[in-house]
């Protein structure tokens, strides 16, 4: 997979891993979402085609915002928390130590995540979307180790959970296309 693809990828995935489906940052995105089986050479493509023909027949759901709230801002008890410090933790914390280490690696490399929200970093989406800020400033070398080092830690168990919840299906489908995005890279 090329830079500019991977770098499409990520933004656009991280986006919606990070933003509800209604906000001013998803909304021009939904077109690209839906089509996204032909923005690279997938090593699966009825895989994908299939997940992105989920994708269209759940993005016009009402309950689709309120799903988002239920497996990302956590309404409740969370089916899948999207941050790595949650499956880093032996006791589930966020902000824990793997937390301040993904920090400390984000401030060595000139990056500080600022998104006006109090919570931490090492958000799925917005690991997603520090990756791609990454190869586009030509830091190649320190987007795979955040993937490697960071990410691809913890992400597994996060996506199991994701694609098994019982909450949405739009979600469970954009898990198996990042999980597939995730094994390209």
Request: proline content about 6%; aromatic content about 12%; glycine content about 4%.
């Amino acid at each position: 997979m090329n830079k500019i693809a991977s770098i499409t990828l990520a933004k656009l995935l991280g986006a919606f891993f990070y933003y509800p489906p209604n906000s001013n940052v998803t909304a021009p995105l939904i077109q690209a979402l839906l089509h996204i089986n032909h923005l690279v050479k997938w090593p699966d493509p009825a895989f994908i085609d299939k997940q992105c023909n989920i994708l269209a027949n759940h993005m016009d759901d009402p309950e689709l915002n309120y799903q988002f709230s239920l497996l990302f801002e956590g309404q409740g008890t969370m089916p899948a928390p999207p941050w790595g410090s949650f499956y880093l933790d032996k006791e589930h914390l966020l902000l824990s130590e793997s937390q301040a280490y993904y920090r400390k690696f984000l401030q060595q490399h000139g990056l500080t995540l600022n998104t006006g929200i109090n919570e931490p970093e090492d958000q799925f989406g917005l690991m997603l979307m520090a990756y791609a800020i990454l190869l586009e400033n030509n830091n190649a070398v320190v987007a795979k180790q955040l993937i490697n080092e960071h990410l691809m830690i913890w992400s597994s168990s996060y996506l199991k959970k994701l694609k098994q919840n019982r909450v949405s299906p739009f979600y469970q489908a954009l898990a198996e296309i990042v999980d597939q995005y995730l094994q390209m890279l």
